[in-house]
């Protein structure tokens, strides 16, 4: 079994920062590729940050230079840096691990940008 718990979203001005963390359970952590994907309020969920087993990076081009991923495989923790916040980065944001060819989701954590 195979659990993703999110920590650390909240209420933000525009520019300023958060740090989302994401706790996983379960054995698989340092095989998946770890992952922060977001939704908006009538929007499909996208892909904002990935990163692999050998902690190599990808990120959306709307993030790029203001979010950084991170993970510990000895904590089993993957972490999203976010800089220069911006309205438009209002969502909801989840955990994800992909596990050869299997997905998990963590339940979600509402990251809001606003003055």
């Known amino acids: 079994q195979v659990q993703l718990v999110e920590f650390g979203g909240g209420l933000v001005q525009p520019g300023g920062s958060l740090r989302l963390s994401c706790a996983a359970s379960?054995?698989?952590?340092?095989?998946?590729?770890m992952g922060w994907y977001r939704q908006a309020p009538g929007s499909q969920r996208e892909l904002v940050a990935a990163i692999t087993s050998g902690s190599s990076p990808n990120y959306a081009d709307s993030v790029k230079g203001r979010f950084t991923i991170s993970r510990d495989n000895a904590k089993n923790t993957v972490s999203l840096q976010m800089n220069s916040l911006k309205p438009e980065d209002t969502a909801v944001y989840y955990c994800?691990?992909?596990?050869?060819?299997?997905?998990?989701w963590g339940q979600g954590t509402q990251v809001t940008v606003s003055s």
């Open positions: 994800h691990a992909a596990y050869f060819g299997i997905n998990y």
């Open positions: 379960g054995s698989i952590f340092s095989s998946s590729t």
